[in-house]
């Protein structure tokens, strides 16, 4: 940030018109992100690759049968066995689920499974649009009525709808439960941080007003722009723009701080802190910006859309933290650091505190440091094979008991798979019968349950149900079986559909945006790390730290969900997640440390301005590491294994790269490769000025 840019921001009477400013946006975003909850989109098409064949079913599909009907499947129990009085109870609650008014279609005929002790009735119910948020109370409404006069037999809600129910309880309240979490740590974190009963209100507030503007933008382009915002990414958005924003503010107020020290007037401080800590920041808000837009290369419209959600999150924190909270920060002078004021000349606390002493001890032996922490970070890695991101079944993506899930494991233990989940073939009405006898004959599939409905606008319908759990690997084997087969029938133009294929092309999609987003994101960090530092080595260097601390954050993650947590998988998007989560994220702390290293590296040489730059930034970035880990531990909170996963891995890969790897492993290497790191600029040809611990003054 240019000097005199900065001078505006800090001026004595320009700061005023931005307090005046963020109130107005803060009364006009108000009411609007409120309503952000009402543009989101979770039905199923917007969480799906939107060119996968099992997508273009839904779409035909949408001609036989409303997208918004999801079959209920009613699960009755006894151990004993199915007594005449049981089966005389299921056909009377068929009747009471036949005048349902959400029924749409029919219900089915009790089905008794084989060994005589479960039954099941399936209800297509009609549940309108964003019906997920009331899928409970219709859940609730059939497991009342199947339980009344049931006898002792067990009664369970499963099926899709109970899929859903369980989901829309699981969701319930997220918005408001995570915002609370969240904080509660930010502000915790930020009291131990500055020891000032005060000081903490300032970044809270910047944080609030940032996530309201944001929301209140998210919430016109979702309505007016066709921007696609969920539940999933709605969450994120708070969590994300209280760590990052609350991070922006941590580095300014440290180096505010610091300029008070040195400048009578708080006005200057602020000037010389925005123009000093100013480019950083603008640097790694560009970075995770277009690290999240890298997103919108993917093929999964869940993640797709996150990438502009999370982007604007991070670009409207940013115009707070650097307008807002500097003129806050200004107006209320030296006492809002109150009992620890900064005063002009006093001594300042980085230069003999804690990371100088580490920087001191790294600095005795820094090839050794860097060799040995390199390999005990790679040896971690090792544990992404036990990770298993191949997605979560049902019965893995809850954590805790649900209703629905019991109800698979139900007709599993009696050998029947939930008669609500078919598998859905379309294709050409005039191939009909032989895509009916394709289906009849795949393996894997009950031919009894084979029906082919009337075709419908030139589409042939057929659908079967699968003789394994839909959420197998078997049930994906007799996926791609089907597939085989109905492809190769000519002319037909078949496509398989149904819960399973969603499942087994989200997989597949998965793979595919992580292998191609990866890379994008790794040439955008290593682009803007080269035109920031002015250097090719260093970019280099710190992108491969980055690598190797997402690799032992993901290994040690999986070891941990499997051995300690007992979760054994992870969704398919998890890996894409946590990588470009700790990559935009965590390269912020090798530009905040680098930045400060290169500036003092005009005046000391490269190998002291390592030692430097790490006593005056090692405290603010743990600081900053410690609020970030600690908002996105807030996701691990939720009855969601998914966001469980996300929030550790998250929150541990941070704090493994503020407290390791950006301050140990990179000071390390500075050290070490000393200015040639700066290559091919000028200050690779300084010559570096030799290091003694007692040597370190902060300039």
Known sequence: MTRSVAGLIAGRWVKYVFVVFWLAVVVV??????????????????????????????????GFTSPDTLPAVVVYERPAGL??????????????????????????????????????????????????????????????????????????ITGPLGNAADSGKAFAGIDTNLLASTVVVVVVILLVTYRSPILWLLPVVSSGVALLAAQAVIYLLARHAGLV??????????????????????????????????????????????HRAGPA???????VVLGMLCLTF??????????????????????????????????????????????????????????????????????????????????????????????????????????SVVGEEVLARHGAAAAGTPVVVIGAAAKSGEIESAVAATEGLDPRTVLAVPPIGGHAYVTAFLTSQPDSDAANATIDRLRDRVHAIPGAEAKVGGTT???????????RDRNLIIPIVLAVVLLILVLLLRSIVAPLVLIATVVLSFGAALGISALVFRHVFGYHGADTSFPLYVFVFLVA????????????????????????????????????????????????????????????????????????????????LVTALNLDVGRHMWWPSALSKAADQPVEAQELVHS
């Open 585 to 664: 994220l965590g390269i912020d702390y090798n530009i905040f440390l680098m930045t400060r290293v290169r500036e003092e590296s005009a005046k000391h040489g490269t190998r002291r301005a390592a030692l430097v730059g790490l006593a005056a930034t090692g405290g603010v970035i743990t600081s900053a590491g410690l609020v970030l880990a600690g908002t996105f531990a807030v996701l691990a909170t939720l009855p969601l294994t998914a966001f469980a996963e996300i929030g550790f891995a998250v929150a541990f890969g941070v704090l493994l790269d503020t407290i390791i790897v950006r301050s140990v």
């Open 29 to 62: 975003a108000a009411p609007l992100s409120q309503k952000l909850s009402d543009a989101e989109k979770n039905d199923t098409k917007s969480w799906l690759p939107g060119g996968a064949e099992s997508v273009q079913v839904l779409t035909v599909q949408a």
């Open 83 to 156: 007594t005449d009085a049981d089966k005389g109870k299921l056909a009377d609650d068929a009747k009471a689920f036949a005048a349902l008014p959400e029924l749409d279609g029919k219900v089915s005929e009790p089905r008794v499974t084989a060994d005589g002790k479960a039954a099941q009735l399936v209800v297509p119910l009609n549940i309108g649009k964003d019906g997920w948020k009331k899928a409970g109370d219709i859940a609730d409404r059939l497991r009342a009525t199947a339980e009344s006069g049931a006898g002792g037999m067990a009664v369970h």
């Open 501 to 511: 294929a969603i499942n087994l092309d989200v997989q597949r999609a998965a793979a």
């Open 229 to 274: 915002v969920n539940a999933q990414s709605a969450g994120i958005l708070t969590v994300l723009v209280f760590g990052a924003g609350t991070d922006y503010a941590l580095l300014l107020i440290a180096r505010y701080r610091e300029e008070l020290r040195r400048h009578e007037d708080r006005h200057e401080a602020m000037t010389e802190a925005l």
């Open 298 to 403: 993917a093929d999964t419209n869940a993640t797709k859309g996150l990438g502009p959600v999370a982007a604007i999150g991070i670009a409207v924190g940013l115009a707070v933290m650097l307008t807002l909270l500097p003129v806050l920060l200004t107006i209320c002078g030296r006492w809002i650091f109150w009992p620890l004021r900064p005063k002009v000349g006093s001594p300042e606390p980085t230069t003999t505190g804690l990371w100088a002493r580490i920087g001191a001890r790294i600095g005795r032996r820094p090839r050794s440091v860097w060799l040995v922490t390199a390999a005990i970070l790679a040896l971690a890695t090792v544990g992404v094979v036990q990770l298993g991101a191949t997605g979560l079944t049902n019965k893995e993506s809850f954590r805790g008991t649900q209703d």
């Open 281 to 287: 920041i603008v640097a790694s808000a560009a970075t």
